[in-house]
């Protein structure tokens, strides 16, 4: 029913007057980003447009996408064939984060203390590997992913209560409310960025609605990305450590 509510609704779109519902996949990060802009734009201008976020994961959200269950879905690319269609956003590389007085802070750490340490990890899909265990995977070495969680709001609280640390994108580490209490180092490695993007269905390349709620989140994800890289105090202070 919702595939062929879709597929009656992709020939025309008033966004006055419409009564679509939009699934897109999307991490409790960007959720915070831009989800309370998203509805007021939308209680201005499409007041009978629903909006729902659902669980994101890289491999099973290209998957939600491929079988018309979501509409789009924000994260990273990790599959690439000719059903997806993707546009870029912006990149980001990680920071070191600890609780302030953790015996590891303060100072330049270490490949062997990095290794040797107990991490968190925040995970989406339940599996303890990410984005450092690939590069880590690559040099012959490996780390303790002692905890995982599958949203980022609780890694601050963790951190602060535990010896644990944990390579946090640097999204979030430009959040002032996220690193309060927290001390943000640099990695002992280079790693490189990590890309979002915007992801759809070919399906959907001329459905206007899709096209129309894409230009919305492409224009407010792009905006709010700039707005904290050259605003976020806490932006300015991790890049002096």
């Given at each position: 029913m919702y595939a062929l509510t879709n597929a009656v609704s992709a020939t025309q779109f008033d966004p006055a007057s419409s009564k679509r519902k939009f699934r897109i996949a999307a991490t409790d990060v960007i959720v915070e980003m831009i989800w309370r802009p998203l509805i007021e734009l939308l209680e201005r201008e499409a007041p009978g447009v629903d909006l729902h976020a659902v669980p994101y994961t890289p491999d099973g959200s290209h998957d939600d996408l491929r079988e018309a269950h979501i509409d789009l879905a924000v994260g990273v690319l990790t599959q690439h064939d000719h059903s997806l269609r993707s546009t870029w956003l912006f990149e980001g590389g990680?920071?070191?984060?600890?609780?302030?007085?953790?015996?590891?802070?303060?100072?330049?750490?270490?490949?062997?203390?990095?290794?040797?340490?107990?991490?968190?990890?925040?995970?989406?899909?339940?599996?303890?590997?990410?984005?450092?265990?690939?590069?880590?995977?690559?040099k012959g070495q490996s780390r303790r992913i002692?905890?995982?969680?599958?949203?980022?709001?609780?890694?601050?609280?963790?951190?602060?209560?535990?010896?644990?640390?944990?390579?946090?994108?640097?999204?979030?580490?430009?959040?002032c409310g996220f690193v309060n209490g927290l001390w943000m180092g640099e990695l002992p490695f280079e790693i490189d960025p990590t890309s979002l993007y915007l992801i759809w269905h070919a399906r959907h390349d001329r459905d206007p609605g899709i096209i129309w709620m894409r230009e919305l989140l492409e224009r407010l994800l792009r905006d709010r990305w700039q707005d904290i890289m050259a605003n976020s105090p806490c932006g300015r202070h991790l890049e002096a450590v």
């Open positions: 990680y920071f070191l984060a600890m609780r302030e007085d953790h015996p590891l802070a303060g100072r330049p750490i270490t490949m062997e203390e990095f290794l040797s340490a107990r991490h968190l990890l925040v995970s989406m899909s339940g599996e303890a590997h990410g984005f450092v265990d690939s590069y880590l995977d690559q002692a905890t995982t969680v599958n949203h980022f709001s609780i890694v601050p609280q963790i951190l602060r209560d535990t010896n644990l640390i944990a390579a946090v994108p640097e999204l979030i580490s430009q959040d």
